[in-house]
């Protein structure tokens, strides 16, 4: 088993280790959704600024490389749980982004009719287990899918910030899947805080990926704005789990462009640490080694256009969907 | 006829359960090797294999979490926490997870997983590992909570909840393991459904689970001094059997409720509540046997005069029907 550490200290990854045997063309689609994500995330930025999206939200951009790079290495029927910072998550899973914004505007024809709203999506269909508005409660419910998982040969991934790891779902489930040899996938996106507060004063021991060792978990911590770094950390562990050889942890450093919520303009963050952050945006990291790799920039602006127009017309289509009238609810408690 | 113990009861369903659906599974701490410290599932690792009933750390979080992540990726689990007392810590789970699934997804799909617990005071555990705790769970949308007070409900409403789409907390009093009684006439119970477990004709006795048994002593008690008592088993309180409570009250026009556990926020205060609000012009009387408003003490004597015993229930009734001790 590789225990391998990337240099990284004091939340600054290394430069994006190379690789061989990934051709860049197999990357032009996943570097697609990262936009689209972003997008979207611009976008629920917006909306939410124009009061169409409610309560709170909260947003992932800078941290695509993390849900795009695990997800370019799954199959379609493993499973995945994410968290309340989850657009990313589900978009990378496969749900679709017109059902995903109108779920955030509160539409009837949201991926979950508008019940769920921005921090408790729940794709099946797309083997998103759930979003979960408790911190580390993806943990515990990809722990469960991987019980399901290991009876049809998939696996089942588990989405979490920093701060989750300081949550008993945490150790107790990491242990649990040790014990059982699930087919898991543990993916800490540490984005260095855990709500408004510095990693380093609530967290301790400095990275969260070796407390897996003390449960005998394989782990690594890998540059998270780095897709390609991101995927073949996923592709190794995900082997691993589907030859029936247990959990891995990928803690993945990464950082948030937003504050933690839509109330959070993040002024706790130093102007320095933001500036460097955003010099090493996953997407300009991603869109550099795909022209460095021999695409062409035309056909990379192509399909950047045809992104935007995507998101836009999802958007659009969300925006023009109708609100569930309460008049038209027949809800049910229970199942059956 | 022959009897069935309690404990058996509940064995005698997981097996059948998991030879008739290979979805099933089962888990919990010290449940499979160790047969359970109440000696309910011994014999199900051996008969089911290992992969389908297995020992689980002592992580009652991940053990709801995991049963929550398997049911809504088609599996059916049922984990065993082995005190009630012990579900606090697996609550945000049960509580924000699997009961929620259903209706936030816009019903894509369903946790059906079941979570059998020992609860119940009486066996000088002491007040961390006698509590009822229901109730706790009774205000969860989506939750169902299932407390059998006889080996025939105890196999019929646990093969009744292990086939159910929704999450189930199933309660098992611990004085009830040992009970015998007959089996159960039909293959399941419905969720849901009280029973007259005695008719009568001057009051209604409702309880759960071992009150039920209570109640029914206290009953025959309460008959040689010439008071018919009926006692309604609820079975459920979530969903809760208000019809047949308004029923038994329509006939009797009296209701004592007996709670194992305190006054405020008891699941009995909230049913009286509904009961009046439905049914106020057919009560005469309405009052609770419950608890006092303390943890659960220890020591034989304190314990003892802390719970709601079947002569507890026969005093009430006398003193609040006004009938002289004869």
Not at chain 1, 88 to 98: I, R, S
Request: aromatic fraction near 6%.
């Amino acid at each position: 088993m590789s225990r391998r550490q990337a240099e990284v200290a004091d939340g600054v990854p290394g430069a994006a280790r190379a690789r061989d045997g990934e051709g860049a063309r197999a990357f032009l689609p996943a570097y697609a959704r990262m936009l689209l994500i972003r997008e979207f995330e611009q976008a629920i930025h917006r909306l939410f600024l124009k009061d169409e999206v409610h309560g709170t939200t909260h947003l992932s951009a800078g941290q695509e490389a993390v849900p795009v790079g695990v997800c370019l290495a799954l199959e379609p029927t493993d499973y995945l749980a994410g968290t309340y910072r989850g657009h990313g998550h589900a978009l990378a899973k496969g749900t679709e982004p017109e059902g995903l914004a109108a779920e955030m505007l509160g539409r009837a024809t949201g991926v979950c009719s508008g019940r769920a709203g921005s921090m408790n999506v729940v794709d099946l269909a797309h083997g998103l287990v759930g979003c979960f508005g408790i911190v580390g409660g993806s943990i515990a419910a990809a722990t469960g899918a991987a019980l399901s998982a290991r009876t049809q040969g998939r696996v089942s991934v588990a989405m979490f910030g920093d701060g989750a790891a300081n949550q008993a779902y945490f150790h107790e489930c990491l242990n649990f899947a040790a014990v059982l040899s699930l087919p898991a996938l543990y993916v800490c996106e540490n984005n260095l805080y855990g709500e408004f507060t510095p990693m380093g004063e609530v967290t301790a021991g400095g990275q969260i990926a070796a407390r897996a060792g003390a449960y005998g978990i394989p782990f690594e911590v890998i540059d998270g704005n780095d897709l390609w770094a991101v995927h073949e950390a996923a592709r190794e562990a995900v082997t691993r789990a589907r030859a029936g050889e247990g959990p891995t942890l990928i803690e993945c450093r990464t950082y948030r462009h937003f504050g933690h919520s839509k109330s959070d303009p993040a002024t706790y963050r130093p102007d320095e640490e933001v500036e460097r952050w955003l010099e090493r945006d996953p997407l300009a990291i991603a869109r550099e080694r795909l022209v460095a790799e021999g695409i062409p920039e035309d056909q990379i602006a192509a399909l950047e256009e045809e992104t935007r127009q995507q998101l836009a017309a999802a958007v659009e289509a969300a925006r023009a969907a109708p609100f569930p009238d309460p008049a038209d609810q027949h809800p049910t408690e229970h199942h059956g | 006829m022959s009897e069935l113990e309690f404990r058996d009861a509940i064995r005698e369903a997981l097996a059948e359960e998991l030879e008739r659906d290979p979805a099933v599974l089962f888990f919990g701490e010290d449940v499979a090797a160790p047969g359970g410290v109440f000696a309910v599932t011994g014999g199900l690792r051996e008969r089911f294999g290992p992969d389908r009933v297995f020992d689980t750390p002592i992580s009652e979080l991940a053990l709801a979490g995991a049963a929550f992540g398997a049911a809504a990726t088609g599996l059916r689990p049922v984990i065993e926490v082995m005190f009630g007392d012990f579900m606090g810590l697996a609550m945000d789970s049960l509580v924000n997870q699997a009961a929620k699934l259903w209706y936030v997804s816009g019903e894509q799909g369903s946790a059906p997983l079941v979570v059998r617990s020992a609860v119940g005071a009486g066996g000088r555990f002491g007040a961390m590992h006698s509590q009822s705790h229901g109730t706790w769970y009774q205000g969860v949308p989506g939750l169902k909570l299932v407390v059998p007070s006889s080996p025939a409900e105890a196999k019929g409403l646990l093969k009744a909840a292990i086939r159910d789409d929704n999450p189930v907390i199933f309660l098992e009093h611990k004085r009830l393991y040992s009970t015998k009684g007959p089996e159960p006439a039909t293959e399941t119970i419905p969720l849901g459904e009280a029973a007259v477990a005695r008719a009568g004709a001057d009051l209604t006795i409702v309880s759960i689970s071992k009150g039920v048994r209570d109640a029914l002593e206290a009953a025959e008690a309460l008959a040689a001094e010439g008071i018919d008592a009926e006692v309604l088993d609820l079975r459920s309180l979530r969903p809760l059997d208000l019809d047949a409570v308004l029923a038994s009250v329509a006939r009797t026009n009296r209701i004592l409720a007996v709670e194992e556990g305190p006054r405020i926020g008891g699941w009995a205060t909230g049913l009286l509540g509904m009961v009046s609000e439905a049914g106020l012009h057919e009560l005469d009387d309405a009052w609770i046997l419950a608890t006092a408003e303390t943890p659960i003490p220890y020591s034989p004597t304190l314990e003892d005069a802390f719970l709601p015993s079947a002569q507890a229930i026969v005093a009430s009734v006398r003193g609040r029907l006004g009938v002289a001790r004869r």
